[in-house]
């Protein structure tokens, strides 16, 4: 088989994506890695989860075919910035018997392509973190928040973590018996929902048990969270909506409040039928009526879009938006 | 000269104070130490302290003529929890001369005790962090927050700090000029308020320049917030008036609707004629309008009188509390 082939790469801290993907759509191989962000791992350890997925994607592929390639990942500009990182890149790339330039774009602006093909917009993703991102020509332009958890991430699934916290310490201090949450909570930091005769213990045993850990790993609570708002739980309906206020107000800070371009939600929390994103739409709609709101999708098949966009042979990218972002049957 | 005497210790984590005082209030001596809090400077340096702050109480006093003594300090549970912690406290205590027994109280109840003598109140302690107190004859009964930065202090100096980073991240996510109190907290940070061509260059500075160091720093961000709210910067006045929210809604956990009884305001934030003591004492008074709002005075003074009431020859210890707690001439 012949023709031209594109490749796209999603790298995210706990998993690399690759996508080899045909000019009419067809996706020709898929493969994966384990976490690859060179800031976090390193930039060799991240290089091996890179070439890890591209060899899978290539697995039936002549990686002569591959013309171009995009790769996704948090940080982009660290990685650019960072002759070593490069270095790294350059040589999985390479290994794998990729000989095509390719590029290295932001994981938001990766996320923005998954769930639409216009030029300009907006992305909100909430995951452990929370960012958001104005695009223009389909280049990352001014972001929000993403400040990380000690002083940002507001409507994150660390920020939902530590609210379900602070929630339960409420109760405990005021002598309340611990709601659904709250004893969810209580048994993932101490194994039981058993309150002590004199609540402060329960709150001290509760308080250690979080600062043993890294604080970013508040976001662990965020499912409990979820789950309870899905249960219809007042008190996590209250902190998913509180949630969705921060997202949107995050947003509003890169996004005009006359604008009409659509809104891609992604991350973890946000992408498909979650409570967190339908409180998104709903505030968001509030606040942008004309707004259409997507929701993202295969972040591999999106950065080998980015990547098919360029090719001289591509006259409407557009119309491939949705051959290559279309769900595989 | 003879007669009882009693001493009084106020044992901070940057300081130790120390009063002997006579049965009708005359201060006879006072001592200083360095920071004496066992929990975080280990008990031996912590002892060593409470010696150095006794000696200078006991510089003109027979130690002999001491019956009774009180040491209040944060944490004071985990000390009479820890044999090794109780032991160096009483080896200072012997160094000193000392042959009286001593009672260890929680930095709270000393507070309170330094600002009425009612058996029962609250109190409600604003410094780095933030914590309020049910007192229930003269003893610490329930108590809410105080649960540390990551998870509460809400109202404290770390939060007030922490808010008004966020304030400037925020400004600078939309692109506004950052205010006076913004310009001030960049200047601390990066040693200038000016801002990049791209504001995301300074928003990425801002953020490490807090993420290098302890989080609970932020703490020292709190007297900008301060002093702008006294020159009536809307922002931080703003701040102010959250906070103090904060601060009730933590002492409502613990205080019933209908209470009369005096609250003590402490802690560096609180103590005195200072923005978020006026705002706490407005917020509080509407919640509680049958309440007298008292403000914290020396705590060694207190301790001595908390160590005063127990004796034998005293029998009205309300009637001391006026000769102990008014300023020195």
């Known amino acids: 088989m012949s023709g031209t082939v594109v490749i796209g790469l999603d790298v995210g801290g706990t998993s690399t994506r690759a996508a080899a993907v045909a000019l009419d759509g067809t996706r020709l191989g898929t493969g994966r890695g384990g976490g690859g962000n060179p800031t976090s791992h390193g930039a060799d350890a991240a290089a091996r989860e890179l070439l890890t997925a591209l060899r899978g994607a290539l697995t039936d592929v002549d990686p002569a075919r591959v013309r171009a390639g995009t790769i996704g990942l948090a940080g982009a500009g660290r990685l650019l910035a960072d002759p070593a990182g490069r270095e790294a890149f350059d040589r999985a790339w390479h290994d794998a018997g990729l000989r095509c330039p390719y590029a290295v774009h932001g994981d938001a602006?990766?996320?923005?392509?998954?769930?639409?093909?216009?030029?300009?917009?907006?992305?909100?993703?909430?995951?452990?973190?929370?960012?958001?991102?104005?695009?223009?020509?389909?280049?990352?332009?001014?972001?929000?928040?993403?400040?990380?958890?000690?002083?940002?991430?507001?409507?994150?699934?660390?920020?939902?973590?530590?609210?379900?916290?602070?929630?339960l310490l409420a109760d405990l201090d005021s002598g309340r018996t611990p709601d659904a949450l709250g004893r969810q909570v209580l048994t993932d930091l101490l194994g039981t929902a058993a309150v002590a005769a004199r609540p402060r213990d329960t709150v001290d045993s509760a308080v250690q048990a979080v600062t043993r850990r890294p604080p970013v790993e508040l976001a662990r609570l965020a499912p409990l969270v979820v789950t309870a708002a899905v249960a219809g739980e007042p008190v996590a309906t209250t902190l998913i909506a509180e949630a969705a206020d921060h997202l949107v107000e995050s947003a509003s800070r890169i996004r005009p409040a006359d604008a009409d371009t659509p809104i891609v939600l992604g991350g973890g929390l946000l992408t498909g039928a979650t409570p967190l994103a339908a409180a998104v739409r709903e505030a968001a709609g509030r606040r942008w009526p004309e707004a259409l709101l997507c929701s993202a999708g295969d972040g591999a098949a999106a950065a080998a879009w980015l990547a098919a966009r360029d090719l001289p042979e591509v006259d409407d990218p557009e119309a491939l938006h949705p051959l290559f972002l279309a769900p595989p049957p």
Not at 114 to 129: K, R, Y
Not at 138 to 143: E, H, M, Q, Y
Request: glycine share 16%; no cysteine.
């Open 109 to 167: 602006l990766v996320a923005y392509a998954s769930g639409t093909a216009s030029p300009d917009g907006t992305v909100l993703i909430a995951g452990t973190g929370a960012i958001a991102a104005a695009v223009h020509d389909l280049r990352l332009d001014r972001v929000a928040d993403g400040h990380g958890w000690l002083l940002g991430d507001a409507g994150s699934g660390f920020w939902l973590g530590r609210e379900a916290v602070r929630r």
